[in-house]
């Protein structure tokens, strides 16, 4: 969590706190009421170095918390913190605020190390294959279709023309069908097979079938792959590990929970 975050949702935690839940450590007080100095210090707690220690700082978040304390006791006057709607988002964020606290400290305690990193990123390497292409594709609804188009392309008219006028792949139709240079593992299967049988220059004379639809595809060029540097991915394939574990560990807990879900409620 970042530095402003934290001076944020600490800033809002105070609106959810009742009255008995302030302490005698006060930083100040506004109209009786005390802000705690463990707040100020939470908020601190993350700034840039230097700043923890700067009595600059602590005064602006003091200023920030005494306008925030002012507001609340307005709105406490008024009986918004009786209101339905409050009430709720009051559960809500206390909801994510427990959530998010189980699953840093879940994470922290979890860690991914540098050999499952280092293992997944050789396995990226693998799905990428040794080489990558450079092709164009016309995508339509059904195979003849695609036969008429090869048929077009047979009698010599120009593909990236054909393209734009059938292609119904909003990504590459206004390109001519350019999908730009691509590692196999990038595609769907059958059409990352096709590629990998054409010749520089040569289109599929067959179409290729995808869920998407049928293809024809061209191939303008392809080279040895390059994978990008283990130290330039790692922060990432580190990220969508730790995803997968979050993932991992929601889906164990709900194959372990007894729900019942109310028909009548979703109904309405």
Sequence with gaps: MTFTQRTLLAIAIIGLMAPTAYAADAAATVNGKPIKQSLVDFILKDAPKGQSDDNNAKTVVINKLISQELLIQEAQKAGMDKRADYLTSHDLMTRELLVRTYLQDYVKKNPIDEATIKAEYDKLKVQMGDKEYNAQHILVKTEQE??????????????????????????????????????????????????????????????????????????????ASQPPAYEKVKDNISQDLQQRQLGKLVSELRAKAKIVENATAKAK
């Design 146 to 223: 695609a036969k008429d188009i090869v048929a077009r392309l047979d009698k010599g008219e120009d593909f990236a023309k054909i393209a734009k006028e059938k292609s119904q792949d909003p990504g590459s139709k206004e390109k001519g069908g350019d999908l730009g240079w691509f590692a196999p593992a990038g595609m769907v299967k059958p059409f990352a097979d096709a590629v990998a049988t054409l010749q520089k220059g040569k289109y599929t004379t067959a179409p290729v079938q995808s869920q998407f639809g049928w293809h024809v595809i061209k191939l303008n060029d392809s080279r």
